[in-house]
């Protein structure tokens, strides 16, 4: 099978949709002749024109309000938010009326709206360009929320997502544009909602997603020379989360470890571990552990950045102590 780029993963499912489907367009900040922040978009403009990448101006709050505009009266555009931290200025437009529309207005509204964006850190940007916002949209009924780690599931996603009547945010990790993974040349997509066993292993769960699942797996195999059979479950989907794969994962080890990179009060492993707590509470021989970013804004430096934002020897310690426990 072929090798692509994360990002190639990414165009090729923007490129392929945009030809299967004319109502698919992109718009967004230096998106066309540029090719976008970190350059996903570039030679499209040439492709499909003008009226298909559309340049912005530098106004998140009238993209994303542009989009939801055109998704309701029947186009299917995908926005790109060129950091996940500037999302904020358009939070009215996708949370209070994108995220709304179809349960107020039922058939006569759909939201085919899909709003790409990079978030993470370990690139010293500061404190208002380094983010992973994710845990903010769990909490809105409506908006699919999307995390993908690696190429094959970045193009299968995207094209789900992109068919998909619903708004959906798809998250991509700055990290992880570089990266290289098997993607088939055939026609594929990955369903929403549905989280993916990216190592087998028998004695401790470790749940997570995006950039962090490729942590997760280089850990799991460290460890796989301790005699600890770490079992890693990349969710992919955050909303709709499968939370019955982690249960049945859960039943299995007894010994759950969830790492994300997002703050840690109020985060995404907050919500998992109390969905494993009600659902799972009496196969668990260890307290749940949670890996996360200190609560506290991520740094301009890079030394203090690494020291804020979750490291493999986190998600080392945290194992290490799940399985200490009798």
């Known amino acids: 099978m072929r090798e ?18 004319e109502m698919v367009f992109l718009l967004g900040e230096d998106i066309g002749v540029y090719g976008g922040a970190f350059g996903v978009t570039r030679g ?10 559309r340049n912005t101006p530098v106004s998140e709050a009238a993209i994303v309000g542009v989009a939801l505009g055109a998704a309701v009266t029947g186009m299917r555009p995908v926005v790109e938010i060129m950091f996940m931290d500037f999302i904020t200025l358009a939070m ?29 850190g370990w690139r010293s940007y500061g404190p208002s360009h380094s983010q992973s916002w994710e845990a903010w949209f769990l909490h809105t009924p409506g908006l699919k929320v999307v995390a993908p780690a690696t190429p094959y599931d970045a193009k299968g996603l995207l094209k789900t997502a992109i068919r998909d009547d619903n708004p959906v945010l798809f998250v991509e990790h ?13 026609e594929y997509t990955v369903p929403l909602g549905q989280a993916h066993i990216k190592r087998a292993g028998r004695d401790v769960t470790l749940v997570t997603y995006s950039y962090l699942t490729l942590m997760a797996l280089e850990v799991a195999q460290e460890l796989e020379k301790e005699n600890i059979g770490v079992e890693v479950i990349d969710l992919r989907s955050l909303s709709p989360l499968d939370i019955n794969q982690v249960v049945a994962s859960v039943k299995k080890t007894g010994r759950v470890v969830i790492a994300e990179e997002g703050h840690k009060t109020g985060g995404v492993g907050a919500e998992v571990g109390m969905q494993i ?10 307290p749940i552990q949670r890996v996360a970013a ?33």
């Open 174 to 186: 700055k990290l992880l544009y570089a990266t290289k993974g098997p993607v088939p040349q055939e």
């Open 277 to 286: 707590q009600e659902r799972a509470y009496e196969y668990l021989d260890a």
């Open 294 to 326: 200190k609560d506290v804004p991520i740094p301009f430096s890079y030394q203090l950045e690494k020291h804020i934002l979750p490291s493999k020897e986190d998600i080392y310690r945290a194992v290490t102590q799940v399985m200490a426990q009798i």
């Open 44 to 53: 499209m403009l040439e492709r499909f024109g003008s009226e298909r990448v």
């Open 92 to 120: 009215d437009q996708l949370v209070n009326h994108a995220a709304k529309m179809h349960y107020i207005f039922g058939d006569q509204a759909q939201v085919p709206l899909v709003v790409r964006t990079p978030a993470g």
């Open 4 to 21: 692509l780029t994360y990002w190639q993963g990414v165009q090729e499912a923007l490129t392929e949709e945009m030809a299967r489907d």
